[in-house]
């Protein structure tokens, strides 16, 4: 095991722990059945969830520093090269006998997606690189972390942010089952979509939802509340996202756009509040709104982390829908 720090910068503004993976991604008129093979068109690209929130953050003007791992081959390279491309600091260990973190991607001509993910070098990502960074996460304003790679060091980073005034993201994605109420209690800003919000509180609490979308406003507050983290941000989709914390709750709408791919929206939107917490301290529904109009934006051409929006085009879309 070996550690490649590439584009090195003393200290970021926001910390980006989570996974690298390679998109082996598919464009289809429709999704296959079971058993049917149909002809599509290919694209390769940068992402993982982590990497793809942390590239949102870079091109909103904030500097990030990703930390993650990838195995010693062509995908690990390519994350190497993508980052400094963006001028991106990060942090890769290279996992010997673990290639990087690779997902299948289909998507229709709705811009839906179903994905596969393969986590492979992800899942080996160890304590000793957040250890080396642990002054940097206990000095930036932000910490993003997601589930999509060993949990073990996420919580180490959680831990060490919780212990200086760094503000913690945690985005519980994809669906694991190693999320714990103790991962939960570390974070002071939960993201989870609305599968998500379902599986955590049917996992965790003994509390089944059968649609979150039919909830009213009331009991959907409550059921954030029962999280057991301060401020719970539920997206949506098309209907928005939800914003729970002890005070009250509060709907955000989502920016009215047609997606050619919504595959990264949820990374993006993470990777936005991220900076939107940056740019409008004390006004958090601003930082929703900010990280709406990143997300909403990344839809808008194919791709993950190469779909992400820059800051001038995020102010442009927010002062049209503030007109």
């Known amino acids: 095991m070996t550690l490649q720090d590439v584009n090195a910068k003393p200290v970021q503004s926001v910390v980006v722990v989570g996974s690298y993976v390679q998109d082996l991604a598919f ?6 059945l079971p058993g049917q093979t149909i002809i599509g068109q290919f694209r390769m690209g940068a992402g993982g969830k982590g990497f793809n929130q942390a590239v949102a953050c870079q091109r909103q003007g904030i500097p990030t520093r990703f930390i993650g791992a990838v195995g010693d081959d062509l995908f690990g390279r390519a994350a190497a090269e993508f980052a400094e491309r963006e001028g991106l600091a990060c942090s890769l260990q290279r996992t010997i006998g673990n290639s990087s973190g690779a997902a299948s991607i289909v998507v229709n001509s709705q811009g839906e997606n179903m994905i596969v993910v393969a986590l492979g070098a992800n899942a080996a990502l160890g304590g000793d690189i957040i250890d080396e960074h642990r002054q940097e996460i206990a000095q930036a304003e932000v910490l993003i972390v997601q589930a999509e790679c060993a949990i073990a060091p996420v919580m180490k980073a959680l831990e060490l942010a919780k212990q200086s005034k760094t503000a913690t993201i945690l985005n519980p994605a994809p669906i694991n089952k190693e999320i714990t109420r103790e991962l939960l209690s570390c974070a002071d800003i939960l993201t989870p979509n609305e599968s998500e ?33 301060e401020t719970v941000v539920v997206t949506l989709g098309k ?36 900076a939107g917490l940056i740019y409008h301290p004390g006004d958090f529904l601003m930082a929703v709104r900010y990280a709406t109009a990143v997300a909403a934006l990344s839809t808008m051409a194919a791709g993950t982390a190469q779909a992400m929006p820059t800051r001038e085009a995020v102010c442009r879309i927010l002062s049209e829908n503030c007109a």
Not at 27 to 32: A, D, I, S, V, Y
Not at 205 to 217: E, R
Not at 251 to 271: E, L, Q, Y
């Open 239 to 274: 209907e928005g996202s939800f914003v729970s914390w002890p005070q009250g709750f509060e709907r955000v709408p989502a920016v009215k756009i047609t997606p050619v791919d919504s595959t990264g929206a949820g990374d993006a939107f993470n990777g936005g509040l991220a």
């Open 197 to 229: 919000f379902a599986f955590l509180l049917n996992a965790l609490f003994d509390s089944p939802i059968d649609d979150v979308l039919a909830l009213d406003d009331q009991a959907f507050h409550a059921l954030c509340r029962k999280l057991g983290v």
């Open 27 to 32: 464009g289809t008129e429709e999704f296959p």
